[in-house]
C-alpha cells in the first residue's frame, strides 16, 4: 500500500492492477465513492484532468509485471467516457503481456455514451476479457432514484440491453452496493433471467437518505 498525495493513475492491491482515466461519469450515484473519499488502498484517485493516454502507458510500463493477475478499468469515473483510450491501452496491456486479463468496470451505459460506435465489437477487438457491469436496480424508477443517470429514463434498459449482447462475448458479471435501498433478491432474480452472476460489494460510507 502507498501513501500518497498525488494523483494516481495506476493503483494496486494484491494481484490486480487498476487504472483511474477518468472522473468523469454519467451516472451520480447516491452511494458513489467519490462522495466520501478521495481515494481507496492509500491511492489518491481524485484527477484535476483526465491523464493524457501517454501518460497513462507510461505509468503502466513502470508498474505493471507478469506478478499481477489481471488489469482493471475502474478507478473514480465511467472509463467508456473514454472508449478510444481504453481500447489502446487494452491493446498495449495484450502487447506487453498477452496473458493477463483486462477487466472493463463499467456502468453498462457504453452505448448511450458513445451512440455512433459498435462498443461491444471495439472493446472485443481491442482484447478487453471481462465486464463488471453496475447494475444497482431492478428496475429504471429505482435505478433513476439510486443512480441518477444523466441519460434519464432510457438508461436501465440500455444497460440491460449491454449486459445481454456483451455475455454473448466476454466474462460478465453484475455488481450491486449492498445499500437498504436496494432490493438485493430482485437483483439477483433479474441476473438469474439474464443467465449473468451478480456479486454484491459492501458500502462503507455515510448513511445515505434517497428521496
Ligand atoms: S457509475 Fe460508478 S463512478 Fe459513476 S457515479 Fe456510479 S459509482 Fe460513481
Known amino acids: 500500500m502507498t501513501d500518497t ?20 461519469c454519467t451516472n451520480n450515484c447516491v452511494f458513489c465513492v467519490r462522495n466520501y473519499k478521495t481515494g481507496v ?19 503502466l510500463r513502470k508498474y505493471l509485471t507478469s506478478a499481477f493477475e489481471e488489469v482493471v478499468f475502474t478507478g473514480y ?18 502487447r506487453l503481456f498477452p496473458d493477463i486479463t483486462i477487466r472493463l468496470d463499467t456502468n453498462g451505459l457504453g452505448e448511450l455514451i ?11 477487438l481491442a482484447g478487453i476479457d471481462h465486464i463488471s457491469i453496475s447494475l ?39 455488481t450491486i452496493v449492498a445499500i437498504p435501498q436496494i432490493d438485493i433478491q430482485a437483483c439477483q432474480k433479474l441476473a438469474d433471467e439474464q443467465k449473468i452472476s ?7 460510507g455515510p448513511e445515505l437518505v434517497i428521496e
Open 41 to 59: 488502498f492509500g491511492f489518491r484517485l481524485k484527477l484535476k484532468k483526465d491523464p493524457e493516454e501517454q501518460a497513462i502507458i507510461r505509468e
Open 136 to 174: 444497482n436496480a431492478s428496475n429504471a424508477e429505482q435505478y433513476a432514484k439510486i443512480c441518477k443517470p444523466k441519460f434519464g429514463k432510457q438508461s436501465f434498459e440500455a444497460l440491460l440491453k449491454f449486459a445481454k449482447i456483451a455475455n454473448n462475448f466476454f466474462k460478465i458479471n453484475y
Open 114 to 124: 458513445n451512440p455512433d460506435i459498435d462498443v461491444i465489437t471495439e472493446l472485443k
Open 198 to 204: 451478480l456479486k454484491i460489494r459492501h458500502y462503507s
Open 5 to 24: 498525495n498525488d494523483e494516481s493513475i495506476v493503483y494496486w492491491r494484491k494481484t490486480s492492477l487498476y487504472l483511474n482515466i477518468t472522473n468523469k
Open 77 to 94: 469515473g465511467e472509463p467508456l467516457e473514454r472508449l478510444e483510450v481504453v481500447c489502446n491501452i487494452s491493446r498495449e496491456i495484450k
